[in-house]
């Protein structure tokens, strides 16, 4: 069963830092590139802000490049997302997703998703 566990979440000042964790099991790391989403309240849900696949450059949305940094431990099948610089518009529910990396990544693309974690950034 593909599990994909995300954690790391929580309140920061505008400006800080804060480090996601997103924990995958149950299909070999590198089958998928593996995102980041996120979904503001009551908006849809936006992305990849950052994905990482085994086969090209990681991908950054506009929105967050030199801010977010993708980076992934295979040891522990695990993928990170660095946020620094963080605005308060950037509160979100944040989701990792699992699936293909087409040269214009979507939600769709993505075949199996995290339950998210919070993130909220104080002005």
């Known amino acids: 069963e593909v599990q994909l566990v995300e954690s790391g979440g929580g309140l920061v000042q505008a400006g800080g830092s804060l480090r996601l964790s997103c924990a995958a099991s149950?299909?070999?790391?590198?089958?998928?590139?593996i995102g980041w989403f996120r979904q503001a309240l009551g908006k849809e849900r936006e992305g990849p802000l950052a994905l990482t696949s085994r086969d090209t450059s990681p991908f950054y949305a506009d929105a967050v490049k030199g801010r977010f940094t993708i980076s992934s431990d295979k040891a522990q099948n695990t993928v990170y997302l660095q946020m620094n610089s963080l605005k308060p518009e950037d509160t979100a529910v944040y989701y990792c997703?699992?699936?293909?990396?087409?040269?214009?990544?979507?939600?769709?693309?993505?075949?199996?998703w995290g339950k998210g974690t919070l993130v909220t950034v104080s002005s």
């Open positions: 997703g699992a699936g293909s990396y087409f040269s214009d990544p979507r939600p769709a693309d993505m075949y199996y």
């Open positions: 149950g299909f070999k790391f590198g089958d998928y590139a």
